[in-house]
C-alpha cells in the first residue's frame, strides 16, 4: 500500500484534467470534417495524447507528494535455518551417562554430544551455525557462520573438560544476542545441550522471554541425562523435603515461552543421535514467517513516469505538421 | 483571360420576349426555321419558300416562319459559407468569385441578363443582384462579392434562394464547394428543378489530399469548428484519395439525378473544360 508525506500535493492532481480538456495543439484549418474518412489509428492517437499529457501531470503531482510504500508484512519461506549450539561445559559434562557407575573406557557425554553434533552439522551444509559454550560464564564460540570447518572446529573444542556450574542463563542470553540485526532468512534455532539445570532469576526470565520474543527464535533442549539422575519431566516429590528441582522448573518456564520449544532427554549416545536426528529432520521444514521489509521511496519511480510522457508528448509536439497536406 | 474565354450553349428553347442569343420559342426574325405557312394576312413576303409553292397543288403561296433568338437569364447562386474561406491551393471564394465574373462576361458578350445570389445560412441580401443586363450594376455586385469575408455557419439558405430566381426556366450555376450533407445538396437541387442546373464543384488539391509522409495534423473545421487529429501516414492518405474519390461519385449521382453531372473545377478555372462541359451536356 502506497502512503504519501505530503498528501496535500495530491490536490493538485486536478490539474490532470486541464490536458483532457485543452490538447495545446496547433490546429489546421479543413473545409468539411465530416469529409475526411474515419480513422481508427488516429482516433487511438488522440486518445492516447491526452491520457499522456494527464498521466505526466499526474506523475509530477504524485511524485511532489512523496509517495513510498511501507513496508507491508510479507509472507516468505525460508530453507537455510540459523542454529545456535549453545554447549553445556560444565565439569559434569566430562562424565559418561552411566553417572557414578561409570566405568573405564564409556564416551563422556561432551564429547558424544560434540561427535554427533560434528555430524548434524556436516549433513546441513546450507544452515549457518554460531557456537555457544557456558559453564559458569558463557564463551562466545563462533558467530553465525556458514564456514562449517570452523563450526567443526569449535564444536569439537567445546567437548574437552569442563569447569565449574551450569548457568544456563548467560548462555541462553549470548546465544540468543547472535541472532541481533541479522535478516531473518530461515528458521532461528537455538539448540541448548546440557545435562543439567539451574534456576534462573525473574529478571533474567523476562529478558530470555523478551529476547526469544524479539528474535523469534525457536528453543530445542537435549537433556542429557545420567543414570539414575533426575531429569526435567520428574516433578519435584514433595514427600522428599526440599527439593528445587530446577530441571523441571526450567522446563516449565521454557514451555511458557511462548516459541516452539521442544525438550529431548537422551541418556544414552543414542538416545542422544536420535535427538539429534529429530531436530534435524524439524529443521529441514520450511519456515513460512512474515517479513516486514523496509520503507521504499517511490517518488523517483513517479518521476520517472512523467518524465517519460513528456518526452513522448515533446515527440509528438515535433511530429506536428505545419501545413496540410504540403 | 478567362473572363473572356468562357462560353455557354445551351440545348433547349427559351421562352423569353426579349431577343438574344439563345434558341428561342416564338416566331419572329432569326434563322431558326420553324415551318412554312400560306401566304395569307400580313404574312411577309420576303421569305418565299419556292418549293413548297411550287409543291401546292391549289397553288398558294407559302412563306417560312422562323423563330426569333431569345435571352437566358444566368444566375450564379453562389455559396458563401465559412468553408469557401478555404486557403488552399487557391482561396476558394476568390476562384468562386473569379468564376461568377467571368459567367457574367460570358453573359454579357450574348446579352443575356445575369444575377447572383449570395447564401450561406441566410440569404446576403447586401450581395444579391437582381437579372440585370447593365454591366455596371453586376461590375459592382462582383466587386462586393470579391471583398465579401465568408462568415456562414453553414450553405442552408441554398434551399430559400429558389423564390429570388426568374419564374422562367433560366441557367443556374451552383457555385458551391458540396460541403454538405447530400440530402442538401439533393433538395436544392430539387428546388431549383424548373430551372437548367450547372453544380459547379470547386474542389481544392491540398484540401482532399493527405500528405503521405509521417505527421501529426490536428484539423478544425471551417464551419461548425470541430477538431480532429489525424496521424498522416502513406495508408490515411490513401484513404483520403479513397474518399474523395467515392465523394465525387456520390455528388455526381445526385446532380445527374437532377438532370447535369457536376463540373468539377479544382484549384484553377479552365476554359477548354468549361466549354466542352456545354457541348456535352
Known amino acids: 500500500m502506497m502512503s504519501f508525506d505530503h498528501p496535500h500535493w495530491l490536490w493538485a492532481a486536478l490539474l490532470a484534467l486541464l490536458p483532457l480538456l485543452w490538447h495545446g495543439q496547433r490546429t489546421l ?51 537455510g535455518a540459523h542454529v545456535v549450539i549453545t554447549l553445556d561445559r560444565s565439569a559434569s559434562m566430562s562424565d559418561g551417562f552411566a ?81 541481533r540485526d541479522k535478516p531473518v532468512t530461515g528458521s532461528r534455532v537455538v539448540l541448548l545441550v546440557s545435562d543439567g539445570a539451574a534456576q534462573i532469576d525473574v529478571r533474567k526470565q523476562n529478558q530470555i522471554r523478551r529476547l526469544f520474543a524479539e528474535n523469534r527464535s ?3 533442549w537435549i537433556f542429557l541425562r545420567t543414570a539414575g539422575g533426575r531429569g526435567p519431566s520428574d516433578p519435584p516429590d514433595p514427600e522428599a523435603g526440599f527439593d528445587p528441582a530446577p530441571e523441571y522448573f526450567l522446563n516449565e518456564y521454557f514451555r511458557d515461552l511462548g516459541v516452539p520449544y521442544r525438550l529431548y532427554e537422551a541418556d544414552t549416545p543414542d538416545a542422544l543421535a536420535r535427538a539429534i536426528a529429530d531436530v534435524a529432520r524439524l529443521q529441514n521444514q520450511p519456515l513460512r514467517y512474515r517479513e516486514t521489509p523496509p520503507r521504499q521511496d517511490l517518488g523517483g519511480l513517479f518521476i520517472g513516469i512523467a518524465f517519460a510522457c513528456s518526452l513522448l508528448l515533446l515527440a509528438a509536439r515535433t511530429f506536428e505538421v505545419p501545413a496540410w497536406s504540403r | 483571360m478567362t473572363a473572356s474565354a468562357l462560353a455557354y450553349a445551351l440545348r433547349w428553347r427559351s421562352r423569353a420576349v426579349t431577343p438574344g442569343a439563345h434558341r428561342g420559342t416564338l416566331s419572329g426574325p432569326g434563322h431558326d426555321f420553324e415551318r412554312s405557312v400560306p401566304l395569307t394576312g400580313n404574312r411577309d413576303a420576303r421569305r418565299l419558300d419556292l418549293r413548297a409553292t411550287l409543291r401546292d397543288p391549289s397553288e398558294r403561296v407559302w412563306v417560312r416562319l422562323f423563330r426569333q433568338q431569345a435571352v437566358v437569364p444566368v444566375v450564379v447562386l453562389v455559396d458563401v459559407s465559412r468553408s469557401m474561406d478555404y486557403h488552399g491551393a487557391t482561396h476558394r471564394h476568390a476562384l468562386a468569385a473569379e468564376l461568377a465574373e467571368a459567367i457574367a462576361h ?30 455596371a ?37 451552383l457555385l458551391t464547394d458540396g460541403h454538405m450533407p ?8 430539387g428546388s431549383l428543378a424548373r430551372h437548367d442546373v450547372v453544380t459547379v464543384l470547386l474542389g481544392d ?71 466542352r462541359y456545354f457541348l456535352q451536356t
Open chain 2, 106 to 135: 460570358a453573359a454579357w458578350r450574348i446579352g443575356d441578363p445575369f444575377a447572383l445570389i449570395a447564401c450561406d445560412h441566410r440569404i446576403r441580401a447586401e450581395l444579391t443582384l437582381p437579372p440585370c443586363r447593365s454591366a
Open chain 1, 99 to 179: 553417572g557414578r557407575d561409570a566405568q573405564q573406557g564409556d564416551e563422556a557425554k561432551g564429547r558424544a554430544a560434540a561427535r554427533l553434533l560434528e555430524d548434524f552439522v556436516r549433513e546441513r551444509p546450507r544452515d549457518l551455525f554460531g557456537v555457544v559454550s557456558f559453564s559458569t560464564a558463557p564463551v562466545h564460540g563462533l558467530e553465525l557462520t556458514a564456514d562449517h570447518d570452523a563450526v567443526r572446529a569449535a564444536i569439537r573444542a567445546s567437548a574437552a573438560p569442563g569447569v565449574g556450574l551450569t548457568n544456563i542463563a548467560a548462555g541462553l542470553t549470548m546465544s540468543l544476542e547472535q541472532f
Open chain 1, 29 to 79: 484549418p479543413h473545409g468539411w470534417l465530416p469529409g475526411v474518412p474515419a480513422d481508427p489509428a488516429s482516433r487511438a492517437l488522440a486518445v492516447a495524447l491526452r491520457l499522456l499529457g494527464a498521466l505526466a501531470v499526474l506523475g509530477s503531482v504524485v511524485a511532489l507528494a512523496g509517495p513510498h510504500r511501507q513496508g507491508e508484512d510479507v509472507e516468505r519461506i525460508g530453507t
Open chain 2, 205 to 275: 488539391s491540398r484540401e482532399q489530399h493527405a500528405s503521405s509522409r509521417w505527421g501529426i495534423a490536428r484539423l478544425r473545421d471551417l464551419e461548425s469548428g470541430a477538431e480532429r487529429l489525424l496521424l498522416q501516414r502513406p495508408a490515411l492518405a490513401r484513404a483520403f484519395d479513397e474518399a474523395r474519390t467515392a465523394r465525387r461519385e456520390r455528388l455526381r449521382h445526385i446532380a445527374l439525378r437532377h438532370g447535369r453531372p457536376p463540373l468539377f473545377i479544382d484549384d484553377r478555372i479552365d476554359p477548354v473544360q468549361f466549354n
Open chain 1, 218 to 220: 525457536a528453543l530445542y
Open chain 2, 137 to 173: 450594376g453586376a461590375r459592382a455586385a462582383l466587386a462586393r462579392l470579391r471583398a465579401h469575408e465568408p462568415d456562414g455557419d453553414d450553405n442552408s439558405a441554398l434551399l430559400k434562394a429558389a423564390p429570388l430566381l426568374p419564374r422562367r426556366r433560366s441557367l443556374v450555376f
Open chain 2, 182 to 189: 447530400d440530402e442538401r445538396l439533393n433538395r436544392v437541387l
